[in-house]
């Protein structure tokens, strides 16, 4: 079955750093490009990140480029979101998932319960 676990989430204030983990399981994880999502208060969710099978390829939404690096663990199946100077509006539920063109939203269908990160003064 496939899982994911992240952590790492709080509460920071503006232009604090945090890192995210997102430990998997139940799939061969060095077969898939790795995803971080995010989902704000009444907002749809978005693609923050994303890092190739050996992670030497990346892309980024706009929004948090130069800010943020995603990288992955191979030997620990866990991906990782190292998120620096952030903002009120990086405040969201973060969630990581597999990228697999072939399925419906080209993610797993399983979800982890995501992490939160607040960005208040």
């Known amino acids: 079955q496939v899982q994911f676990v992240e952590s790492g989430g709080g509460l920071v204030q503006p232009g604090g750093s945090l890192r995210l983990s997102c430990v998997t399981s139940?799939?061969?994880?060095?077969?898939?490009?790795m995803t971080w999502y995010r989902q704000a208060p009444g907002k749809e969710r978005e693609l923050v990140a994303r890092v190739n099978t050996v992670g030497n390829r990346k892309t980024y939404a706009d929004s948090v480029k130069g800010r943020f690096t995603a990288t992955r663990d191979n030997g620990k199946k866990t991906l990782y979101l190292q998120m620096n100077n952030l903002r009120p509006e990086d405040t969201a539920d973060y969630y990581c998932?597999?990228?697999?063109?072939?399925?419906?939203?080209?993610?797993?269908?399983?979800w982890g319960p995501g992490t939160r990160v607040t960005v208040s003064s």
């Open positions: 998932n597999l990228f697999d063109p072939a399925r419906v939203g080209n993610t797993a269908a399983s």
């Open positions: 139940g799939f061969v994880f060095i077969n898939y490009a």
